[in-house]
């Protein structure tokens, strides 16, 4: 069974950029029949997709998040990361990482736990 | 963008009684090359991470009990708790991913009544 496990910093100051790791453990990030995301969730609010990212290195970002995102796969560890500059406290949420399976359609199959990022000074 | 909006927003239910949670798209989530809706919903107990229920909007994800069946096509669409459990709390979002940018409802609360 394929887990997802985020990391990274907990807290970051305003204006600066955020960054986490998703690491896909009991699977192969290699497969050509997955893609990998990221959702994010401010508490006690809804789901956001931020964007996703297959093995080739092919990316889908959200627009509403313009140009601050980026996204990137390292296979040979088995990671996906995540860059989100400039951020400010409206970027304070849980981030997941998740799992989007190809042959049928792209829906997310598999989650991470989530981690916690708080932005403030 | 294809906006995704749930009703209710909460719904209170009776043990043993059910469940229906509706999910209207802006816009249809079919795909004519397979006759596929493109439609999942997750289910979120509080404090965990989303769990994928049902995809292709009425595939029961392996392990989901069959008490929960989803139903629709275009873009209207059902999720239904056949038998309501008090471990079925939580917040049920419905998520089409027949375009990007991927976007979710706003969540169903379920409580017990």
């Known amino acids: 069974q394929v887990q997802l496990q985020e990391s990274g910093p907990g807290l970051v100051k305003p204006s600066q950029t955020l960054s986490l790791t998703c690491t896909v453990s009991?699977?192969?990030?290699?497969?050509?029949?997955?893609?990998w995301s990221w959702v994010r969730q401010p508490a006690g609010k809804g789901l956001e997709w931020i964007g996703r990212i297959y093995a080739s290195g092919t990316t889908n970002n959200n627009p509403s998040l313009k140009s601050r995102i980026t996204i990137s796969v390292d296979t040979s560890k088995s990671q996906f990361s995540l860059r989100l500059s400039s951020v400010t406290a409206a970027d304070t949420a849980i981030y997941y990482c998740?799992?989007?399976?190809?042959?049928?359609?792209?829906?997310?199959?598999?989650w991470g736990q989530g981690t916690l990022v708080t932005v403030s000074s | 963008d294809i906006v995704m909006t749930q009703s209710p927003d909460s719904l209170a239910v009776s043990l043993g009684e059910r469940a229906t949670i509706n999910c209207k798209s802006s816009q249809s989530v079919l795909y004519s090359s397979n006759n596929k809706s493109y439609l999942a919903w997750h289910q979120q107990k509080p404090g965990q991470p989303p769990k994928l229920l049902i995809y292709?909007?009425?595939t029961r994800e392996s392990g989901v009990p069959d008490r929960f069946s989803g139903s629709g096509s275009g873009t209207d669409f059902t999720l239904t708790i056949s038998s309501l459990q008090a471990e079925d709390v939580a917040i049920y979002y419905c998520q089409q991913y027949y375009s990007t940018p991927i976007t979710f409802g706003q969540g169903t609360r379920l409580e017990i009544k």
């Open positions: 292709w909007a009425s």
């Open positions: 009991g699977g192969s990030i290699s497969s050509g029949n997955y893609f």
């Open positions: 998740a799992r989007g399976k190809i042959p049928t359609g792209g829906h997310l199959d598999n």
